[in-house]
Nanobody
Framework: QVPFEESGGGLIHPGGSLRLSCVAS????????VSWYRQAPGLERELVAS????????TYADSVKGRFTISRDNAKSTVYLQINSLRPEDTAEYLC???????????????WGQGTQVTVSS
């Protein structure tokens, strides 16, 4: 069973907005921090945003600060990523991961979703 199912991606014009969703299943997601990563063709996977298990702590990559907002609803086992002011360089597959915050940094565990594609193009 895949730990996460991501949805909400699509083709969108520059400047537009999307809300991605990531639904966890088969494990107690509420005890984990969760992160969104993205991977574009030919590039390394990039950590985009992270949220603690209770939602009290969030962190963002410098490239998305002020445009992306991560949130979660533990009652629905769902983590969201609101993406505003989309740019062509945001084009990538976006994936969820469960992990832990430790010594100020997010550490991924081996729980990944299959991703949702976001394409930003005019």
């Amino acid at each position: 069973q895949v730990p996460f199912e991501e949805s909400g991606g699509g083709l969108i014009h520059p400047g537009g907005s999307l809300r991605l969703s990531c639904v966890a299943s088969g494990f107690a997601a509420s005890i984990y921090a969760v992160s969104w990563y993205r991977q574009a063709p030919g590039l390394e996977r990039e950590l985009v945003a992270s949220i603690s298990n209770d939602g009290s702590r969030t962190t963002y990559a410098d490239s998305v600060k002020g445009r992306f907002t991560i949130s979660r609803d533990n009652a629905k086992s769902t983590v969201y990523l609101q993406i505003n002011s989309l740019r062509p360089e945001d084009t990538a597959e976006y994936l969820c991961n469960a992990g832990r915050f430790y010594q100020g940094s997010y550490h991924p565990h081996d729980k990944w979703g299959q991703g949702t594609q976001v394409t930003v193009s005019s």
